[in-house]
């Protein structure tokens, strides 16, 4: 039997009044005002699909056996032409011997890669699907108010796990109701009211029917209903088409994270799971081109389940925010003057990249098979000076290492697209100390003593070339648990 085993959801920390936004446009779109409730979640400039992607594959796999695939859903993936699920799993820890793949072309990618990973596991194949999006939107548009990044991810494998897919239909139509261009920055939407009327309304509903006949049950005994859409009366008009009760109409996160895209159906099914009981029926709904409708039932093992991170608690420690300029520039909506120290070119090497893979990507270090030393980096000679082994170093991961911040320094000076620029010494638990960049952290949240936690995190973005390069950063350890970021 092939079961969703693990799941965890990710939301950046920083956030967007949606208030802020309409002020700024209002001399434009004076009707922005009706839609400026609540907060948007938006990535920080270090962070993209493929770190969102991490932190959400962390906390899925924690305490679970590496995965022997890693998949990888979304329209907004930061290489055309390069893995970017690759670097997902370099960066999970899950060793070479890994299979890799990327998903995208629509907003239901996730839904579908759900349906595609559940057939294809089984006897010892286990999949970890991740998906994240990062959405971007012309100024003072719908978009920019609605939207917001976020990531999720679920671990599919044999046995019996939380939950468990028990029914499921797909149809697919080229019902394009908003598009993007392979050289185009933004989606062109069509007619709001059509979209709802001819593309919600009409094909949901029958793909939806189907597989809760597959299933064996009927619309009465749907206990939540999930359909990701940037409007709640949408899901409320759909529910009532099928024949499903207002009641069981999960919420949409839409007033405290935005609707993330191809991420937003699994974001909503970690929050129902994670507030779920065992022998709850689960109606999810991808909707792009086409539907793909799942049916999902909670299983014993839920009641069990403890997540690394809940939703909550992300939502709990964000950073709120009414700066929009802050926003517009570090997304690259706004032409921003940012100095001579900014124009320093440190050209990619490749060559480097490879060769370091493990160290940049997966944060290994070293263990003295002697004396039983860490370190960071590797080295030829172990640096406990009782020791001195030769070449007996074995790999040892820190990224999931608790760590206490010994010193730091705010810079404003040296060149960082969110100033002030901060970085620390950082000592590990096991052993080892690192200069590190700290990020995602308030002033009152740093300092000497404090505990942090490891991000995987965007290093440099060499826009030049077109590459961005990666490796870990310090945040304050303020989710109890100490372990992720």
């Not at 040892?396 to 206490?404: E, K, N």
Request: negative net charge; hydrophobic residues 40%.
């Amino acid at each position: 039997m092939t079961s969703i085993l693990s799941f965890s959801g990710y939301v950046p920390r920083y956030r967007l009044a949606r208030k802020a936004i309409a002020e700024a446009n209002g001399w434009f779109a004076g009707g922005m005002g009706a839609m400026a409730k609540g907060e948007r979640a938006y990535a920080n400039w270090d962070e993209d699909v493929i770190t969102m992607a991490v932190a959400a594959g962390r906390k899925a796999l924690a305490n679970q056996t590496p995965p022997a695939e890693v998949w990888l859903a979304s329209t907004t993936l930061p290489f055309a032409d390069r893995q970017n699920a690759g670097v997902v799993a370099t960066a999970l820890g899950c060793g070479e011997q890994v299979g890799a793949l990327d998903i995208g072309g629509s907003l239901k990618s996730a839904t579908s890669g759900l349906l595609a990973a559940a057939r294809a596991s089984g006897g010892d194949h286990s999949i970890l699907l991740a998906t994240a999006e990062q959405r971007q939107f012309k100024a003072g548009s719908t978009g920019e108010l609605t939207s917001g990044d976020a990531a999720a991810a679920v671990l599919i494998g044999p046995g019996d796990g939380v939950a468990e897919i028990v029914g499921s239909a797909q149809s697919s139509v080229d019902f394009v109701d908003h598009y993007r261009a392979s050289d185009k920055p933004f989606d062109y939407n069509w007619e709001e009211r059509w979209v709802r009327d001819e593309g919600f309304s009409r094909l949901v509903p029958v793909v939806a029917r189907d597989a809760i006949k597959r299933a064996g049950l009927t619309p009465g005994d749907i206990d939540h209903f999930i359909l990701p859409a940037p409007s709640a009366a949408t899901a409320t008009m759909v529910a009532k088409r099928i024949g499903i009760g207002d009641g069981a109409i999960a919420g949409g996160l839409t007033e405290t994270v935005g609707f993330s895209g191809s991420a937003h159906g699994l974001l909503m099914l970690v929050d129902v799971l994670e507030r779920g009981r065992p022998g709850e029926r689960i109606l999810l709904i991808g909707f792009g081109q086409g539907v793909d409708a799942i049916v999902i039932e909670t299983k014993p093992a839920l009641a069990d389940f403890i997540p690394a991170d809940p939703l909550s608690a992300q939502l709990a420690r964000g950073i709120a925010s009414d700066n929009y300029m802050r926003y517009l520039s570090i997304n690259g909506l706004v032409e921003q003057e940012h100095g001579l120290r900014a124009e320093l070119d440190l050209q990619t090497q490749p060559t480097i990249m490879y060769r370091n893979k493990d160290v940049l990507l997966g944060f290994v270090g070293g263990e003295c098979s002697a004396c039983g030393a860490v370190q960071f980096p590797k080295s030829p000679i172990c640096v406990n000076p009782n020791c001195g082994a030769m070449n007996a170093q074995g790999d040892y991961r820190f990224a999931d290492l608790p760590a206490t911040l010994q010193s730091y320094t705010s810079d404003r000076l040296t060149y960082t697209p969110d100033p002030p620029a901060r970085y620390g010494m950082v000592k590990f638990r096991d052993g080892g100390c690192l200069m590190m960049d700290i990020t995602d952290a308030r002033e009152e949240e740093v300092g000497a003593g404090k505990p942090v936690t490891m991000a995987f995190r965007i290093k440099a973005d060499d826009e030049r070339r077109g590459i961005k390069r990666y490796f870990w950063k310090a945040v304050p350890r303020l989710d109890g648990r100490g372990d992720m970021a």
